[in-house]
């Protein structure tokens, strides 16, 4: 039997209001129970909530959501209560002291309208985004997945490759009959261009700003010799002391880490250790090495060093640092000239690395796929791919099978009568 569950669904109390979310098949009599009697569907009325010995535990407004058009696609019921904690905790024990009820566990309220197809993966994914979302660029992104954004076109590629499968077969089935057309080695006519034009649209998607950067910030590294700047120049980005400058060689020995939001861009920033070859003890030297383990997975270096010898590979910018000072390294092919204890260059840089990092992140309101949602398009494109250059009919429809499975898994969804509706629906098969 399923559970009842409820939980606070608002934030931690005081607050002016909390919502209490009660979500399964007793929630109508555990309602009931509280409010002396269950309320008209979908209209708010203020109840007197009663515990177990009939005390009063707080005047509020009751909802009785009937499922399946709910939230979770359970029966549903909502208390609105004054937002105490003391008021909270006494509902909440009255609450689990009923028949068939208990506390949710995190996620559950989500997980249940996923398992009742009120929401598919992508979407229960984009509202995960949602809750953690601390920049506009991050909260436009997530509300575009969890409104079902990437949901609609995988249905739309859903369609398109169900409509090939059901070509193939067809062909499979009936070969040789004079409602078939057949092209060469027995694939319908405009199968492989067909199957081109999905994956050449596929491949704009595979080419977007990916998620992670936007979730977990651009990731920009400081990286260069000791006592070239970087903690300083570190402190001014972020607009804190959080790194210990001195003049003493080697002072940053780990890698520091700093989120920020600069013109509403989410970054994360890191400080790094002196990078040098001699005279470093074995505490500097593990440094250093994650030093460069944080150059490499950066979206961009900024490097103080000495001009060309910093990063080969990746996006780095040559920035001349402490150009207050009148014994400062010449760069001439610097990008920024920046001065962190006169401020001289660092709105420029700062711009700089907003209008960088825009360009690439996904575009306000944009879909932005997650590792998860790129490897299984990529899993798409190439079954694609693999049918559109076979011969055999029998393989082709393989590779489509495998396509189907990546879509399934994209939205987290099992579909194995829609190809066959698809089939019946387009051929007028009745024999």
Same mark, same amino acid.
């Given at each position: 039997m399923i559970d009842t569950i409820f939980a606070l669904s608002s934030g931690a109390p005081?607050?002016?209001?909390?919502?209490?979310?009660?979500?399964?098949?007793?929630?109508?009599?555990?309602?009931?129970?509280?409010? &002396?009697?269950?309320? #008209?569907?979908?209209?708010?009325? @203020? =109840?007197?909530?009663?515990?177990? $010995?009939? +005390? *009063?535990?707080? /005047?509020?407004?009751?909802?009785?959501?009937?499922?399946?058009?709910t939230a979770t696609g359970e029966d549903c019921a909502e208390l609105h209560l004054h937002g105490g904690r003391a008021v909270v905790a006494a509902v909440e024990s009255a609450l689990a002291v009923l028949p068939?009820?208990?506390?949710?566990?995190?996620?559950?309220?989500?997980?249940?309208?996923?398992?009742? &197809?009120?929401?598919? #993966?992508?979407?229960?994914?984009? @509202? =995960?985004?949602?809750?953690?979302? $601390?920049? +506009? *660029?991050?909260? /436009?992104?997530?509300?575009?997945?969890?409104?079902?954004?990437?949901?609609?076109?995988?249905?739309?590629?859903?369609?398109?490759?169900?409509?090939?499968?059901?070509?193939?077969?067809a062909a499979l089935d009936f070969a040789g009959d004079d409602d078939i057309d057949e092209g060469a080695g027995g694939l319908p006519d405009g199968f492989a261009a067909a199957s081109d034009a999905?994956?050449?649209? #596929?491949?704009?998607?595979?080419?977007?700003?990916?998620?992670?950067?936007?979730?977990?910030?651009?990731r920009v590294v400081l990286a260069g010799p000791p006592n070239a700047g970087k903690s300083t120049l570190f402190n001014a980005l972020v607009e804190d002391e959080a790194a210990i400058t001195a003049s003493e060689p080697g002072t940053t020995r780990d890698v520091l880490v700093r989120a920020v939001a600069l013109g509403g861009v989410p970054f994360t920033f890191v400080d790094t250790a002196g990078l040098r070859g001699e005279g470093a003890g074995e505490i500097e030297r593990i440094g250093i090495a994650r030093a460069y383990a944080e150059a490499e997975r950066a979206d961009l270096v900024l490097w103080l060093g000495p001009e060309g010898t910093g990063p080969r590979e990746g996006a780095v910018w040559e920035v001349a640092a402490q150009c207050d000072r009148g014994d400062a390294p010449v760069k001439h092919g610097a990008r920024h000239r920046v001065s962190a204890l006169t401020g001289e260059g660092l709105q420029d840089l700062r711009a700089g690395l907003i209008e960088h990092a825009r360009?690439?992140?996904?575009?306000?309101?944009?879909?932005?796929?997650?590792?998860?949602?790129?490897?299984?398009?990529?899993?798409?494109?190439?079954?694609?791919?693999?049918?559109?250059?076979?011969?055999?009919?029998?393989?082709?429809?393989?590779?489509?099978?495998?396509?189907?499975?990546?879509?399934?898994?994209?939205?987290?969804?099992?579909?194995?009568?829609?190809?066959?509706?698809?089939?019946?629906?387009?051929?007028?098969?009745?024999?």
């Open positions: 005081p607050a002016g209001i909390a919502v209490i979310r009660v979500s399964g098949p007793e929630a109508g009599s555990a309602l009931a129970a509280m409010a &002396g009697k269950l309320p #008209l569907p979908r209209r708010a009325v @203020l =109840a007197e909530l009663r515990g177990t $010995e009939g +005390e *009063l535990l707080d /005047r509020a407004l009751a909802l009785w959501l009937p499922g399946p058009r068939g009820l208990r506390r949710a566990e995190p996620g559950e309220f989500t997980r249940r309208a996923f398992a009742n &197809g009120r929401i598919d #993966l992508a979407e229960a994914e984009g @509202l =995960a985004d949602v809750l953690t979302a $601390e920049t +506009e *660029l991050q909260r /436009r992104a997530a509300m575009a997945m969890a409104g079902g954004a990437l949901s609609q076109h995988v249905a739309g590629w859903r369609a398109r490759v169900l409509a090939l499968s059901a070509a193939l077969e999905l994956v050449e649209e #596929l491949a704009t998607w595979l080419a977007r700003p990916r998620a992670e950067p936007l979730r977990e910030g651009f360009a690439a992140l996904p575009a306000p309101g944009d879909v932005a796929l997650n590792a998860r949602q790129h490897g299984l398009l990529g899993d798409l494109a190439e079954a694609l791919r693999e049918a559109a250059l076979q011969t055999d009919a029998l393989l082709a429809a393989e590779s489509l099978r495998l396509a189907r499975v990546a879509l399934d898994r994209l939205v987290g969804r099992a579909g194995t009568e829609d190809m066959l509706d698809a089939l019946f629906g387009r051929f007028c098969i009745g024999k």
